[in-house]
C-alpha cells in the first residue's frame, strides 16, 4: 500500500531555532513530493516541489530535501520564527496511476513559541 | 489571478441531512478535485475530473456522496443523506492539468459538522 507518513506528529520550538520535518514514503517510484502548510480554518499552500529527478529544493528559509532510495523527505525551515506556527503536510505523487493523485501524510503541528 | 473559491465556508446540518458544497476553481484549470481531511488526518481525494469527465472517483462512497461539474468549470459536491462520520473540511483544489508536474492549488475549504 501506498502511504505517506510524517514524524513527528507535533513540535514545539522556541523562536530562532532551526528545525527539521520528516517524511517518509513506502514506494520510491514517485513523480514528485511536495510540501503543504495548512493555517488552521484555511486550505493548503504549496510551500516546495521536488521532481523526482532533484535532490533538493529551496525557498527563503525553506530548504527541502529528497532521496528516493531511502524512500524520505526533509523539510528544514532555519531561523523559524511565530510565523511559521502551521500544520506541514507532505503530499507524494506516486507513479503507475493514470491520474497522478496526491498521497498525503497526517501533518506534523508545529508551533514556534516567541 | 483569483484563487480557489469554496462556498459556505461553515455549515451545521443534523445527520440524514443533505448538504451540497460549490467549488469555482482558477480560470482555465482544466483538472479540478475534491478532498475530505477528517481532524487530525491528512486530505484523501474523493473525486477528480479532467474537464467535465470523472478520471478517478474510487474513494467516493457512492452510496451517499456525488458530484458534478457539467460545463467544465463549477463543480458541486452533495452528501445525502449524511452521517456523523462526514464531520470533515471538505477542500476543493484545480490544476491545469493532470499531468505530474502541475501544482495543485486549495481552496479554503468548507467545513462540515454533522450533529
Known amino acids: 500500500k501506498q502511504e505517506v507518513t510524517q514524524i513527528p506528529a507535533a513540535l514545539s520550538v522556541p523562536e530562532g531555532e532551526n528545525l527539521v520535518l520528516n517524511c517518509s514514503f513506502t514506494?520510491?517510484?514517485?513523480?514528485?513530493l511536495q510540501w503543504f502548510r495548512q493555517d488552521p480554518g484555511k486550505g493548503l499552500t504549496s510551500l516546495l516541489l521536488?521532481?523526482?529527478?532533484?535532490r533538493e529544493q529551496t525557498s527563503g528559509r525553506l530548504n527541502a530535501s529528497l532521496d528516493k532510495s531511502s524512500g524520505r523527505s526533509t523539510l528544514y525551515i532555519a531561523a523559524s520564527q511565530p510565523g511559521d506556527s502551521a500544520t506541514y503536510l507532505c503530499?507524494?505523487?506516486?507513479?503507475?496511476?493514470?491520474?497522478?493523485?496526491?498521497?498525503f501524510g497526517k501533518g506534523t503541528l508545529l508551533t514556534v513559541n516567541p | 489571478e483569483a484563487g480557489v473559491a469554496q462556498s459556505p465556508r461553515y455549515k451545521i446540518i443534523e445527520k440524514r441531512q443533505s448538504v451540497a458544497f460549490w467549488c469555482n476553481p482558477i480560470?482555465?484549470?482544466?483538472?479540478l478535485y475534491w478532498y475530505q481531511q477528517i481532524l487530525g488526518q491528512g486530505p484523501k481525494l474523493l473525486i477528480q475530473?479532467?474537464?467535465?469527465?470523472?478520471?478517478?472517483d474510487s474513494q467516493l462512497p457512492k452510496d451517499r456522496f456525488s458530484a458534478e461539474r457539467l460545463k467544465g468549470v463549477d463543480s458541486t459536491l452533495k452528501i445525502q443523506p449524511a452521517k456523523l462520520e462526514d464531520s470533515a473540511v471538505y477542500l476543493c483544489?484545480?490544476?491545469?492539468?493532470?499531468?505530474?508536474?502541475?501544482?495543485?492549488?486549495f481552496g479554503p475549504g468548507t467545513r462540515l459538522t454533522v450533529t
Open positions: 480560470s482555465g484549470h482544466a483538472t
Open positions: 521536488i521532481q523526482s529527478s532533484q
Open positions: 503530499a507524494v505523487r506516486y507513479s503507475g496511476g493514470s491520474n497522478y493523485k496526491l498521497t
Open positions: 514506494d520510491s517510484a514517485i513523480y514528485n
Open positions: 483544489a484545480s490544476s491545469a492539468g493532470t499531468a505530474s508536474f502541475y501544482e495543485q492549488y
Open positions: 475530473f479532467q474537464n467535465n469527465g470523472v478520471v478517478d
